[in-house]
């Protein structure tokens, strides 16, 4: 091992369903790793998927990849000429991209180290190393583990014994699960915003919830974890089962820090569930508006309703809160406290969905259909519920599989599973499984023809907000908004209005 004097940690680039939205945001994984490494390390991040963001290519199956190409990631570590090469993966759609990063990165230089981490291979290490351009995978996170690995390298000392590490010895695949967890988040360093590019996420202006109140916006993540065993997720898992969070002085520190140093407007709260502890939760936004930070804020990752209450909600609402995403996933209870396993009563999210109304906080959805055990009636009653709630906005999605998560382990054990299943070709619009309840295709273009109508639905009610909407998406991203109108809209159209009455016999 050479010594380690220059890392080069990697976001590859992204993949998105063919006409949806893309997004640009702030790597928060690679930025944590490279606050941490910068103080015994030179560090360079590389968000390959915002830089030349613009750069398309069809993948197939319904899938396109942006962001760097692979000649412009193969200069770009040959330019920098790092010991070590870190790539992040979150979504299973990116481990092709992280592979033929390692597979660059060693025709660079073969003695370069390639360690990735992510969900994908966290879960699935055996698997991952089966690419023999990959040296190491950080189980979990990785403030804590990623630098002892460096140090072992270093003094060529055995690294065999580290907590939360796979690798290959003689050949054959050794697997560390991860049994420690960082409690102190406090301890943590803020992420290494200087290191990326900030001012290109404000021109580019594609977050994560695809709307915002101002360009200059940036993700945070507070805490990490969540009670909730939902049976779809798999970050619970990936956190260590048990939810830990910064203290509600350090979140306000990096906020304000933010504020100051890069004129952040907007925050956008990327925690699992951000509200579990209210006690935290209120000094936060109380704090907010003590310090008179005058921020706009959301929650695009889902808020935990069963934490919400009139009082809360206000608060939230005077410290800068415009919009929820209401995490429901299903419009049918039996559905949520028995398949989904989710701590949930819908008779509290129609109230509470009216106090949020009322104090003019935008209400955006996430709603999921097709789980194994689930009817065709309880997913028509998803949809109605959708329409009942008069949401802002809503998306909904096709329950699928991913690794560490209880629905891939049912769907696996009782045989769901298409044949030819792969994960890195999970598409969120398509059904990877077929159960006795339905077809993949009847699930497909039951969820189509709903969105369409539920979107229509919102043209009507609300047209100012509509389109205010896709507006932004025409001056930011014009060749994305034709593709959303190219292959979304227009087929569902046709489907719901040329063919409605033999639609509605063939499909539910």
């Known amino acids: 091992m050479q010594p380690v004097e220059k890392i080069l940690l990697i976001y590859p680039p992204s993949t998105q369903s063919i006409g949806h939205p893309r997004t640009c945001a702030h790597p928060l994984g690679i930025a944590y790793l490279g606050a941490v490494l910068k103080k015994d390390y030179e560090v360079k991040l590389l968000d390959a998927t915002t830089e030349n963001y613009r750069n398309v290519e069809n993948l197939g199956n319904g899938l396109i990849r942006y962001g760097l190409s692979d000649e412009q990631i193969k200069k770009k570590i040959s330019e920098y000429s790092p010991n070590v090469v870190g790539i992040t993966c979150l979504y299973s759609s990116q481990l092709p991209f992280v592979r033929r990063i390692c597979q660059l990165a060693k025709e660079v230089n073969p003695k370069i180290t390639t360690i990735i981490g992510g969900t994908h291979p966290s879960f699935l290490a055996d698997e991952s190393l089966k690419e023999s351009s990959i040296d190491f995978i950080i189980l979990g996170e990785g403030e804590e583990t990623l630098p002892r690995l460096l140090k072992r390298l270093e003094i060529d000392q055995d690294f065999a014994d580290l907590d939360g590490i796979a690798f290959r010895r003689d050949g054959r695949v050794q697997i560390n699960p991860r049994t420690r967890y960082i409690e102190d988040l406090d301890g943590l360093p803020f992420p290494a915003w200087e290191l990326l590019p900030m001012k290109k996420y404000s021109t580019i202006n594609l977050p994560m919830s695809t709307t915002c109140k101002s360009r200059h916006w940036v993700p945070i993540i507070t805490s990490r974890g969540c009670p909730a065993k939902c049976v779809f997720c798999s970050s619970v898992h990936f956190w260590g089962n048990h939810y830990r969070a910064c203290s509600a002085e350090n979140v306000l520190n990096e906020?304000?820090?933010?504020?100051?140093?890069?004129?952040?407007?907007?925050?956008?709260?990327?925690?699992?569930?951000?509200?579990?502890?209210?006690?935290?939760?209120?000094?936060?936004?109380?704090?907010?508006?003590?310090?008179?930070?005058?921020?706009?804020?959301?929650?695009?990752?889902?808020?935990?309703?069963?934490?919400?209450?009139e009082e809360l909600l206000e608060l939230m609402k005077a410290s800068g809160c415009y919009e929820l995403t209401l995490a429901i996933e299903s419009g049918d209870q039996e559905v949520l406290s028995k398949i989904i396993k989710k701590p949930l009563n819908l008779a509290r999210v129609e109230s509470l969905t009216k106090i949020i109304q009322r104090l003019k906080i935008r209400t955006h959805s996430f709603f999921i259909v097709g789980f194994p055990g689930e009817t065709k009636e309880q997913i028509r009653r998803t949809f109605s519920f959708a329409r009942k709630l008069r949401l802002t906005s809503a998306f909904f999605f096709i329950a699928n599989p991913l690794p560490g998560s209880k629905l891939y382990e049912i769907c696996k054990q009782k045989g769901y599973l298409k044949d030819g299943f792969d994960f890195e070709t999970i598409n969120y619009g398509k059904s990877n499984y077929e159960t006795p309840e339905f077809t993949s295709r009847e699930l497909e273009n039951v969820r189509d023809k709903e969105a369409f109508v539920f979107n229509l639905s919102v043209l009507f009610r609300n047209p100012i907000f509509f389109i205010k909407r896709y507006l932004l998406f025409l001056v930011t991203n014009p060749i994305t908004l034709l593709e959303f109108f190219r292959y979304r809209w227009i087929p569902v159209f046709k489907t719901f209005f040329r063919k409605r009455k033999s639609y509605q016999n063939q499909h539910f």
Request: glycine fraction near 4%; hydrophobic fraction near 45%; aromatic fraction near 10%.
């Open 255 to 309: 906020i304000e820090l933010l504020v100051k140093e890069y004129n952040i407007k907007e925050i956008q709260f990327c925690d699992d569930n951000l509200i579990i502890d209210k006690k935290r939760a209120k000094e936060i936004f109380q704090g907010i508006i003590d310090r008179r930070l005058r921020i706009f804020w959301n929650t695009p990752n889902g808020i935990a309703l069963w934490k919400l209450d």
